[in-house]
């Protein structure tokens, strides 16, 4: 068996990254030769050597080093931590005491000793054989690395013709801390002690041994499922390729067919009185088609609006005569191309920016993900305890740094613990189902959480504070990840009596605060703090699109985010809203608005307003279902708020709210919103899908409608008692 393969055969699955990146620096060393005999032209094996082929391969050698030497400190520390935990303890100091006061020579078994018999919990005993696996593969990982390092220095000394491996060795590798023999001798002395303490209960530490066997025999299988699900998923997409092409391909000719076909017709359809507004609705209907089955990238889409929008002449212009009279003039393609094109970078696009600068800054200095490992390391090991946490934890990433991307940082914290879960366990799809749900829940948050936050708040004149609306939506979110998880629970069976190994659980580092790490979350506060004050100082600190401006100038101007970040923001987010902000000034200005507003006025308008968001909730509820949230907000939110205006008691800013709440609350199908696509994109080392449509169907719809009343409840109350 090649090197290469055997590091990754008895490397500890879940630290498989922290190894010595054996394959890459073997890669590195023929690259070097090549380089080498280019320069030289010539093709030998043995080739002369200078400083700079040593420098390149060192330095690679330097930042591997460096990497594991972290590593290792880190596991250690957590080892000793967690000893000393458990040495503190009560009957740990009783064994630890008894053990200090029997002499070497005594002929007293401890064994023997009934005391012992009855002082160790199970909770106990679990948790030393969890710390003696732990050190063991500790153990292992040290002993791996310096094979590793051996043998690539061989590697490198043989192609290049040099005599680097011993100096390095001694120089480098044999001074490093987990390299030492002190060190060695205290990871023994750790191991020794777990023994001891185990056997003092009448264990035979024999057990330990073929529990550590158990555990490196399941490492392996999980390796191997890993090898061949990746060989697996490969074969299949080399089979189904060309077949899925083809379909896809008909699928798109017959949508796009069909969809212009349904264009034209209205384009040329009676069904309103003013040309204007003929065209608008043509335009609206043909977004939603082109949106909804994504024929085309939803930001393509978006950008088609804003082009139709004036090459249609569908924008008016809206003037008062003398007498008081309205007229609407239709503007001419220039005039309507200025003001499309001054309407879609407005605040709410800077509001966006703000979010996903604060978003990426969190993500890229480790705070998000420091946060996140922390409190999972607090989960503990009952399931129901560690869904909910898990769940908790997805909902504050999302309110901070959106719903789309905290799944996907969600789902990495918990790999460890679905790698460990026993072959068919039901507690892995509960847990992801849990993560994207709580996710969507997340979307409500805040203002920056979502686009169909950011959509709400376009659609609300004035915008509310983000006091305000933090007075509605922690209590909906906290109530919503309980209601859905105790829902999962029951769905999946999960029970508390079968617990989650400890070794399972994400470990955080016990890395010190960085002065990045401060300067980015003072200025995260502050933001946050301005936003939540906006309207009291308005004349100050006007929009909140300006206050977005501010961790833009402070992450970018002082270098800790560069043009490499900002390149990467999800510009297609942005340029949707951009789109969506381009449909509802076309829907507005057009008059389309007013009219479809006038026509469901004619129907709603006996209700209350309570009445009058329930139905709108259950409309909203099953669009946002099979299109993506962020349209069914585009579309809908819009029609909301000037119907709100119209009611006898115009309530318009609640409405909207309560309506995109629902909008984020709509999870019942894969498809309905981000997070459920990452969650039903997630497969275990064979390659098979944790969740399947019928999960989604099972779970994501009964919770969905529990989510809607709630909002049009309880949420209605808090609305209400907020001034919204």
């Not at 922390?374 to 959106?402: D, Y």
């Not at 043009?563 to 987010?573: I, R, S, T």
């Not at 340029?575 to 076309?586: F, Q, R, S, T, V």
């Not at 039903?680 to 064979?686: A, C, F, R, V, Y």
Request: neutral net charge.
């Amino acid at each position: 068996m090649k090197f290469s393969r055997y590091i990754q055969f008895n490397a500890v699955p879940e630290w498989s990254e922290n190894y010595l990146p054996y394959s890459k620096l073997k890669t590195l060393i023929y690259m070097i030769e090549k380089e080498k005999k280019a320069s030289l032209n010539e093709y030998t094996t043995l080739l002369p050597t200078n400083q700079e082929d040593h420098v390149t391969f060192t330095k690679a050698l330097d930042d591997a080093l460096t990497k594991i030497i972290q590593f290792y400190t880190d596991k250690e520390n957590e080892a000793n931590i967690e000893l000393d935990h458990l040495l503190s303890k009560p009957v740990a100091n009783v064994i630890q005491t008894e053990l200090l006061t029997i002499p070497s020579s005594s002929s007293i078994d401890i064994e023997d000793n009934r005391s012992f018999s009855t002082s160790m919990t199970l909770n106990q005993n679990t948790q030393l054989i969890d710390l003696y696996i732990y050190l063991c593969k500790l153990k292992s990982f040290v002993s791996l690395n310096m094979t590793a390092f051996t043998k690539i220095l061989k590697k490198y000394d043989k192609v290049m013709n040099a005599r680097q491996s011993q100096s390095y060795m001694f120089r480098h590798i044999l001074e490093a801390y987990p390299f030492q023999a002190h060190t060695r001798d205290h990871l023994d002395d750790l191991i020794q002690q777990v023994e001891q303490i185990y056997s003092n209960d009448k264990k035979d530490k024999n057990d330990l041994a073929v529990l550590l066997a158990e555990q490196v025999t399941h490492d392996r299988n999980v390796i191997w499922r890993e090898r061949l699900g990746q060989e697996r998923k490969l074969n299949n997409l080399l089979t189904s390729e060309t077949t899925a092409a083809s379909i896809d391909q008909l699928r798109s000719v017959l949508i796009g067919v069909l969809s212009l076909a349904v264009f034209v017709y209205l384009l040329n359809s009676s069904l309103f009185e003013h040309i204007e507004q003929r065209r608008c609705f043509a335009v609206l209907v043909f977004a939603s088609i082109l949106w909804a089955t994504e024929l085309m990238p939803l930001f393509v889409t978006a950008l088609l609006v804003p082009f139709l929008v004036i090459v249609l002449r569908v924008i008016r212009s809206q003037d008062e005569t003398d007498e008081g009279k309205i007229i609407y003039t239709r503007l001419s393609t220039m005039e309507a191309s200025k003001m499309v094109f001054g309407s879609m970078l407005s605040p709410v696009i800077m509001l966006l920016l703000g979010g996903f600068t604060i978003a990426a800054a969190l993500n890229k200095y480790g705070i998000a993900k420091a946060l996140a490992s922390f409190v999972l390391s607090k989960a503990g090991t009952r399931p129901s305890r560690v869904l909910i946490v898990n769940m908790l934890v997805a909902s504050m990433a999302s309110m901070w740094i959106s719903n789309v991307a905290s799944p996907v940082l969600c789902l990495s914290l918990i790999q460890p613990i679905l790698r460990n879960l026993p072959e068919g366990s039901s507690f892995g799809p509960c847990l992801i189902m849990g993560i994207a749900l709580a996710s969507n829940l997340g979307g409500i948050a805040s203002p920056i959480a979502s686009p169909q936050n950011v959509i709400a708040i376009q659609n609300m004149s004035p915008p509310p504070s983000w006091a305000d609306w933090f007075c509605v939506s922690i209590p909906l979110c906290l109530l919503g990840n309980c209601l859905v998880c105790l829902w999962l629970l029951k769905s999946y069976g999960i029970k508390d009596q079968d617990q989650i190994s400890k070794t399972t659980t994400t470990n955080t580092n016990n890395n010190k605060i960085t002065g990045a790490q401060m300067y980015i979350s003072c200025v995260t506060l502050f933001t946050i703090i301005l936003w939540c004050i906006a309207h009291t100082y308005r004349d100050t600190l006007g929009d909140m699109g300006v206050i977005a401006i501010i961790p833009l100038i402070a992450f970018f101007g002082s270098g800790l985010l560069t043009k490499d970040e900002f390149n990467g923001f999800l510009w297609n987010v942005i340029i949707l809203a951009m789109g969506g902000i381009a449909l509802g000034k076309a829907v507005d200005s057009s008059g389309l608005l007013h009219t479809i507003a006038i026509h469901i006025s004619e129907r709603v308008m006996g209700l209350s307003t309570f009445q009058v968001l329930f139905v709108f909730s259950s409309l909203v509820l099953v669009i946002a279902t099979f299109i993506s949230h962020t349209v069914a907000a585009l579309i809908v939110l819009p029609i909301v708020a000037k119907i709100g205006a119209q009611l006898p008691d115009p309530n318009p800013r609640l409405l909207v709210m309560g309506t995109a709440f629902v909008c984020s609350a709509a999870m019942g199908l894969p498809v309905s919103g981000f997070p459920n696509m990452t969650a039903i994109s997630q497969e275990n080392s064979l390659g098979v899908p944790y969740l399947k449509t019928k999960d989604f169907l099972r779970n994501g719809v009964p919770c969905s409608i529990l989510i809607m009343l709630c909002i049009v409840t309880l949420g209605y109350v808090l609305m209400e008692l907020t001034g919204i």
